[in-house]
């Protein structure tokens, strides 16, 4: 009796749980990739993308790990490459050639969260949001 084994090759990556607080603005880059990063502070700030074509196969998640009451957190791109969509209070609101999603500062909730995927041409964007007006999806 003989065995055959097939063998089957991927690409899959594991992925270590990298967890980083963000309390300011920051432009990211490559290194940040797979990072978990929790927003932070009392007052959001701009945290800005990677150019899309340079970003193929980087993705990022962003949650809220802290009320801001005075100023949005905003998550830019250079260009109108942001598709998809986030759910907000049980509702969908989608996106199409969008540029900025916005934690709002008068309706965050810890735990509100986005998670963006880039294929080297766009921004893809799901995330949830649990008051309405929470997370918003824009040309700015």
């Known amino acids: 009796m003989s065995t055959t084994f097939?063998?089957?090759?991927?690409?899959?990556?594991?992925?270590?749980?990298?967890?980083e607080n963000i309390t300011g603005a920051i432009t990211?880059?490559?290194?940040d990739s797979s990072k978990v990063l929790i927003l932070k502070a009392a007052a959001g700030a701009q945290i800005t993308l990677p150019a899309v074509a340079d970003a193929a196969g980087?993705?990022?998640?962003?949650?809220?790990?802290?009320?801001?009451?005075?100023?949005a957190w905003t998550i830019k791109a250079a260009s109108n490459v942001i598709q998809g969509g986030v759910i907000v209070n049980s509702v969908n609101v989608p996106g199409a050639d969008e540029n900025t999603i916005t934690f709002s500062a008068s309706a965050d909730t810890v735990g509100d969260f986005v998670?963006?995927?880039?294929?080297?041409?766009?921004?893809?964007?799901?995330?949830?949001?649990t008051s309405s007006g929470a997370i918003t999806l824009t040309v700015v």
Not at 115 to 125: F, H, K, M, S
């Open 28 to 31: 990211l880059s490559a290194e």
């Open 115 to 129: 998670e963006l995927n880039c294929d080297g041409t766009n921004w893809y964007v799901s995330g949830l949001g």
């Open 58 to 71: 980087q993705n990022y998640r962003f949650i809220v790990g802290q009320l801001f009451a005075t100023t």
């Open 6 to 19: 097939t063998s089957i090759s991927n690409d899959v990556r594991r992925q270590v749980g990298v967890v």
